[in-house]
């Protein structure tokens, strides 16, 4: 049976200095993506790593990098980050006029194709790129920084991006970023979420990025 649900952590939450170990460790308690934050101190107040870093990532993990560019004018960097191992590559809706040719080329690139809006951009910005897309990343905060206050105003939206799909491209996923802790996951799935991106929520949980996934997971629809 195909997988409904999956967890992509957010290795912004991890310890820096023993990136590898962290990927492991959430890699051996049965993370289904690495989600990796690209920022370049314009689009979002904050940067992170680089594509020597995402090389690194490759290298200890086989699990899908999930790679997210908040940056300005991605179509200067998403070959980059596709040689340097990512699997997914979303790019904000907000980021670029150029927005069809950056998806085409995501694609051209062997990369599954992801469009990401913020918390204030409404769910018809995307209508015109919707049949592109593999993923739509619903930003539940506004972006830049890890540790964010889930924004409850974001679930309409979510629901009217799941009709569109539904409808449009029915295959494609919606991810939510963003506050995303056992207290919110069960809104975001009811809205109709399926890929949940976490960083606080399991790489600072009490009893450790295990016991933060299974939280996560026991909310899953059977």
Not at 15 to 44: C, T
Not at 131 to 149: C, E, I, S, W
Not at 150 to 166: V, Y
Request: net charge negative.
């Amino acid at each position: 049976m195909t997988q409904s649900y999956f967890i992509a952590p957010s290795i912004l939450s991890a310890d820096f200095s023993r990136l590898g170990e962290e990927i492991a460790r959430i890699e051996n308690a049965g993370a289904d993506w690495v989600h990796v934050d690209i920022m370049d101190g314009h689009f979002v107040p904050n940067m992170s790593m680089g594509r020597k870093a995402l090389e690194a990532c490759k290298q200890v993990t086989r699990l899908p990098l999930d790679v997210h560019l908040m940056v300005e004018a991605p179509e200067n960097f998403i070959e980059w980050y596709a040689e340097s191992g990512a699997s997914h590559l979303t790019v904000h809706i907000e980021a670029t006029p150029n927005i069809h040719r950056v998806l085409q080329r995501i694609r051209e690139l062997g990369c599954e194709v992801g469009i990401a809006l913020n918390p204030g951009t409404p769910a018809c910005a995307l209508d015109a790129v919707l049949q592109m897309v593999d993923l739509v990343l619903v930003m539940t905060v506004n972006p830049g920084f890890g540790a964010q206050t889930f924004i409850p105003e974001t679930l309409p939206k979510i629901r009217e991006i799941r009709q569109k799909l539904d409808r449009d491209n029915p295959q494609a996923l919606i991810q939510v970023d963003g506050g995303i802790s056992s207290k919110t996951i069960d809104q975001v799935i009811e809205a109709g979420a399926q890929v949940f991106v976490a960083g606080n929520a399991i790489f600072n949980h009490p009893a450790g990025p295990a016991a933060g996934m299974s939280a996560l997971k026991a909310h899953f629809p059977v």
